[in-house]
Nanobody, 118 residues
Framework: QVQLAESGGGLVQTGGSLRLSCAVS????????MGWFRQAPGKEREFVAVVKWYGTARYSADSVKGRFTISRDNAKKMLYLQMNSLRPEDTAVYYC???????????WGQGTPVTVSS
């Protein structure tokens, strides 16, 4: 059974930092591209960042470039999102997702909420 479990969300002031984690089990982690998505209240889910299954390619949305860093630890089957210089517009539920190699995302976590106060 595949499981993705996010943690690390919370309440932070503008300009603060948070580190999200996603623990993965039940799949061959090194064969999956891993992504972070977010959904703000009343808005559609949007892409935040991805790290490819081969680990050397990372992409992020323009809105978070220079502030958020995605990383993975294949040995621990963990995905991370370091979020710095947080803004109120970053407030959302953050989800991790797994997609086999370069395919679509097959598995999703339950999400962890992030609230940035002004």
């Amino acid at each position: 059974q595949v499981q993705l479990a996010e943690s690390g969300g919370g309440l932070v002031q503008t300009g603060g930092s948070l580190r999200l984690s996603c623990a993965v089990s039940g799949l061959t982690f090194s064969s999956y591209s891993m992504g972070w998505f977010r959904q703000a209240p009343g808005k559609e889910r949007e892409f935040v960042a991805v790290v490819k299954w081969y680990g050397t390619a990372r992409y992020s949305a323009d809105s978070v470039k220079g502030r958020f860093t995605i990383s993975r630890d294949n040995a621990k089957k963990m995905l991370y999102l370091q979020m710095n210089s947080l803004r109120p517009e970053d407030t959302a539920v953050y989800y991790c997702a797994a997609g086999f190699m370069n395919g679509g995302y097959d598995y999703w976590g339950q999400g962890t909420p992030v609230t940035v106060s002004s």
